[in-house]
């Protein structure tokens, strides 16, 4: 285990995905407002962080691997705030696209006595259009060409970047060049990704993906759906995110569902993204899907016992990692 944990950095990792910037307001609410039957927080803090696939790039850094983002921005204040943050966080950022016009996407959540009480949403969802998705596409084999990249991920939250035609075009070449495909999807997308290393997506997205209702504690009608899956999309691996029942992950030979650990949960924010880092890093490092999903289930668990979004600490995540192995 030491030992894959210190191969994840000589790892280049490129992330193609909606980035966004997450806001915080930390306050404390002691009464009701009078024109409303809303609480009254009191703001004793502010925070800007970086999130969605910004913080997918987070989370492979603090394993050790080296990210490289590559994504779009508006052209307005948020999207320079984001561009600081990257390069604060001393993430290559260089293949991020300016689109004139465009509003950045910002994620503000109002926290008090450490919970979640408001989250408020600016964004702009439209899909990019050709002239825009080439733009990304040349800043993409510019990447290919310059460095070893040791596995992609699509990071997708359906926020306009990623379109059937950037998929096409980014799978084909990941194909020619043998790197291994990561995919964490959203509904829009959800079918058009094909014959990809990983999928990852949760039970409320394969279940509206495939139109199908299912009891996921019935592990025959689970492996059949997700089977159903796997042979819709022809991908090699399939790991279906569980919540509190764990992690599924099934290839061809074989299937296995990885339970949850038992954690005091504070918040679920950016859970999936740390799921799909350790995933992604671990597939770079060419573990098996299982030991990924039972890394990438670890990680998951660890990030919600803290409030807001945070990377994984590696540290942690090995002495959790070795004292499973232990058990």
């Not at 990792?13 to 404390?28: P, Q």
């Not at 307005?76 to 984001?82: F, N």
């Not at 949960?265 to 890093?281: K, L």
């Amino acid at each position: 285990m030491r030992s894959l944990f210190n191969s994840f950095k000589d790892l280049s990792i490129l992330i193609i995905g909606d980035v966004m910037m997450d806001a915080y307001l930390f306050g404390k609410v002691d009464r009701v407002s009078p024109e409303a039957p809303v609480p009254i927080v009191s703001v004793g803090k502010k925070e800007a962080r970086l999130g969605g696939a910004a913080n997918v790039a987070l989370n492979i850094k603090a394993l050790g691997a080296k990210p490289i983002i590559c994504a779009i921005v508006g052209d307005d204040i948020e999207g320079r705030q984001l561009l600081d943050l990257f390069s604060a966080a001393d993430i290559d950022a260089t293949s991020l696209v300016k689109i004139v016009g465009r509003k950045t996407t910002v994620k503000t959540r109002v926290i008090a006595q450490n919970q979640q009480i408001l989250r408020v949403d600016a964004e702009t969802d439209t899909e990019i259009n050709i002239e825009e998705s080439n733009l990304v596409l040349n800043k993409f084999r510019l990447i290919l060409e310059r460095q070893k990249i040791d596995a992609i991920i699509f990071q997708d939250y359906d926020k306009g970047l990623i379109t059937p035609y950037l998929i096409d075009e980014v799978s084909k070449s990941a194909k020619a060049n043998n790197i291994p495909l990561i995919v964490d999807p959203k509904k829009r997308n959800f079918l058009s990704y094909k014959d990809v290393d990983v999928f990852k997506p949760n039970l409320k997205e394969l279940k509206e993906g495939l139109k199908v209702d299912f009891d996921p504690k019935n592990y025959l009608e689970l492996k059949n759906n997700t089977t159903l899956l796997k042979e819709k999309i022809k991908a090699k691996n399939i790991l279906l995110t569980l919540s509190e029942l764990g992690i599924y992950a099934i290839n061809d030979k074989e299937d296995k569902l990885t339970p949850a650990h038992i954690r005091t949960i504070a918040d679920v924010s950016g859970a999936g993204d740390t799921v799909i880092s350790v995933v992604a890093t671990c597939i770079a490092a060419r573990t098996d899907i299982f030991l990924a999903a039972r890394l990438g289930n670890l990680a998951g668990g660890l990030v919600c016992e803290k409030v807001g979004v945070v990377p994984i600490n590696k540290d942690l995540l090995l002495q959790e990692a070795l004292k499973a192995e232990e058990a």
